[in-house]
């Protein structure tokens, strides 16, 4: 394509780039941690965590299209979606440090405070994050620099998940251990991701701009959700990106309880965390040449089919020497972050291919999607751990059955190889291929030049 596009420009694509930061810090740490939280630190069981997940999702359902239909259609002279990042964001941190916060109580309200910690903060993410990625193909019209974006974007989500996945632990024994430590650290966590949130919104400023002097189109709700519902590659997408979240969520719940039951080695989650950030790290930068060389399609299919391969091998033999396990998790940490990023990439794509096909581009719609299918698939994954580890006996802080530990490596490597599966056999079938997405393009900049 030798189109010229308008561009962003760089200090401004590194502004934007620290709500990789904010996003990803809340996402780890929930996927990472929570479920360990709750059952080992604030004493509830792993049945009610798994329906708490699986709850908080059937309402973000219906709260996240809402919110990418109210991002498209707001008017103001902050712009379209900066306004629900900069003034949902601080009520994102106090609710990131409620959720890690364990006050004494009966059995029964502890369970009521986790579920309406855990709502309302299912909520505040919605409104902060569906906005944030909005923003990405409206900084930028040129389809090389989208994905650079997402590329500095979810580089910026390494820096969260060396936070969360290497330093939590060890910052919370420093914070005092136990809930003291946790409170402390949700806190940090709150913080950090209502500033990342500021700064991002920053970045954006000189690109998400609403003439509110312009007479408003007519809300239609039927058109707005037909750009979602017959947009086949949206909802391919839509399918093999939640099965690989759903694949990591699985394992990232289990984490914990591997090193602790299985290997007896929690001193061994951070140098493993610190092999799969390596890895991911490498990645990121390989990201736009790799694209332009094999195309998005592509390169998402065989980083889910490869993703596969060390998980197999930890499978098959979970009590493996430690370099085999560092050697194996970096190669994981590599080839699972190219579809994890992608995704993101190929967004604006589907966002394309609905103007081309519908004449409207509801970039705030098309993000609420990815980001429920995100939650959906981490809540999925959180939902099966929780409910198969009680399913077969499992009891926090005490020596585990066979059956438990089988169960927990199961979770912890083949769980996660059924859902890389699914993404492949879903991506077969987006039919938006560098080819198509030219002739897209074409079409839509004689649009544009009428």
Same mark, same amino acid.
């Given at each position: 394509?030798?189109?010229?596009?308008?561009?962003?420009?760089?200090?401004?694509?590194?502004?934007?780039?620290?709500?990789?930061?904010? /996003?990803?810090? &809340?996402?780890?740490?929930?996927?990472? #941690?929570? %479920?360990?939280?709750?059952?080992?630190?604030?004493?509830?069981?792993?049945?009610?965590?798994?329906?708490?997940?699986?709850?908080?999702?059937?309402?973000?359902? #219906?709260?996240?299209?809402?919110?990418?239909?109210?991002?498209?259609?707001?008017?103001?002279?902050?712009?379209?979606?900066?306004?629900?990042?900069?003034?949902? &964001?601080?009520?994102?941190?106090?609710?990131?440090?409620?959720?890690?916060?364990?006050?004494?109580?009966?059995?029964?309200?502890?369970?009521?405070?986790?579920?309406?910690?855990?709502?309302?903060?299912?909520?505040?993410?919605?409104?902060?994050?569906?906005?944030?990625?909005?923003?990405?193909?409206?900084?930028?019209?040129?389809?090389?620099?989208?994905?650079?974006?997402?590329?500095?974007?979810?580089?910026?989500?390494?820096?969260?998940?060396?936070?969360? %996945?290497?330093?939590?632990?060890?910052?919370?024994?420093?914070?005092? *251990?136990?809930?003291?430590?946790?409170?402390?650290?949700?806190?940090?966590?709150?913080?950090?991701?209502?500033? /990342?949130?500021?700064?991002?919104?920053?970045?954006?400023?000189?690109?998400?701009?609403?003439?509110?002097?312009?007479?408003?189109?007519?809300? $239609?709700?039927?058109?707005?959700?037909?750009?979602?519902?017959?947009?086949?590659?949206?909802?391919?997408?839509?399918?093999?990106?939640?099965?690989?979240?759903?694949?990591?969520?699985?394992?990232? !719940?289990?984490?914990?309880?591997?090193?602790?039951?299985?290997?007896?080695?929690?001193?061994?989650?951070?140098?493993? &965390? %610190?092999?799969?950030?390596?890895?991911?790290?490498?990645?990121?930068?390989?990201?736009?040449?790799?694209?332009?060389?094999?195309?998005? =399609?592509?390169?998402?299919?065989?980083?889910?089919?490869?993703?596969?391969?060390?998980?197999?091998?930890?499978?098959?033999?979970?009590?493996?020497?430690?370099?085999?396990?560092?050697?194996?998790?970096?190669?994981?940490?590599?080839?699972?972050?190219?579809?994890?990023?992608?995704?993101? !990439?190929?967004?604006?794509?589907?966002?394309?291919?609905?103007?081309?096909?519908?004449? =409207?581009?509801?970039?705030?719609?098309?993000?609420?999607?990815?980001?429920?299918? $995100?939650?959906?698939?981490?809540?999925?994954?959180?939902?099966?751990? /929780?409910?198969?580890?009680?399913?077969?006996?499992?009891?926090?802080?005490?020596?585990? /059955?066979? &059956?438990?530990?089988?169960?927990?490596?199961?979770?912890? #490597?083949?769980?996660?190889?059924? *859902?890389?599966?699914?993404?492949?056999?879903?991506?077969?079938?987006?039919?938006? %291929?560098?080819?198509?997405?030219?002739?897209?393009?074409?079409?839509?900049?004689?649009?544009?030049?009428?």
């Amino acid at each position: 394509m030798n189109q010229k596009y308008e561009k962003a420009k760089f200090s401004d694509v590194f502004k934007y780039s620290f709500g990789g930061l904010g /996003s990803n810090l &809340a996402f780890f740490l929930v996927m990472s #941690f929570l %479920t360990f939280f709750y059952t080992d630190i604030f004493g509830i069981s792993s049945y009610v965590v798994a329906t708490l997940m699986l709850i908080s999702r059937f309402i973000d359902a #219906f709260t996240d299209p809402i919110m990418g239909m109210l991002g498209d259609n707001t008017r103001s002279k902050m712009g379209k979606y900066r306004p629900w990042i900069i003034f949902g &964001a601080p009520v994102l941190g106090v609710l990131i440090f409620l959720l890690f916060t364990a006050p004494e109580m009966s059995p029964t309200m502890k369970v009521v405070y986790a579920y309406v910690i855990y709502i309302l903060y299912s909520l505040a993410s919605t409104v902060v994050n569906i906005p944030y990625h909005a923003l990405t193909p409206v900084l930028s019209e040129d389809p090389q620099q989208r994905t650079e974006i997402v590329a500095w974007k979810q580089g910026m989500g390494t820096v969260s998940q060396f936070v969360i %996945t290497i330093l939590a632990l060890p910052l919370v024994e420093l914070f005092g *251990g136990g809930k003291q430590g946790w409170v402390l650290y949700g806190a940090l966590i709150g913080i950090m991701t209502t500033v /990342s949130f500021w700064i991002c919104a920053w970045g954006g400023k000189k690109y998400d701009k609403v003439d509110v002097e312009v007479k408003k189109e007519k809300f $239609n709700l039927k058109e707005n959700l037909q750009l979602l519902a017959c947009n086949k590659p949206m909802l391919m997408l839509m399918i093999a990106f939640g099965t690989d979240v759903l694949a990591n969520a699985t394992y990232s !719940a289990v984490n914990m309880y591997y090193f602790k039951y299985v290997l007896g080695r929690e001193d061994l989650v951070s140098p493993v &965390a %610190t092999a799969i950030l390596v890895g991911s790290i490498i990645s990121i930068p390989l990201l736009p040449p790799l694209t332009k060389l094999i195309g998005k =399609k592509r390169l998402y299919w065989f980083g889910s089919l490869l993703s596969i391969l060390p998980l197999a091998v930890m499978w098959i033999k979970p009590i493996a020497p430690v370099i085999v396990l560092m050697s194996m998790m970096g190669a994981f940490g590599f080839v699972s972050k190219l579809p994890g990023n992608l995704g993101w !990439a190929m967004l604006p794509e589907c966002s394309d291919y609905a103007e081309w096909k519908f004449g =409207k581009r509801g970039d705030g719609l098309l993000s609420s999607s990815l980001t429920f299918i $995100n939650k959906f698939g981490m809540a999925i994954g959180g939902f099966i751990a /929780s409910f198969f580890l009680g399913l077969v006996g499992f009891v926090a802080n005490q020596d585990q /059955s066979a &059956a438990v530990i089988s169960m927990i490596v199961f979770l912890r #490597f083949g769980m996660p190889i059924l *859902g890389y599966v699914a993404s492949l056999i879903s991506m077969y079938f987006y039919e938006i %291929t560098d080819q198509k997405y030219e002739e897209i393009r074409r079409d839509l900049d004689a649009r544009h030049k009428k």
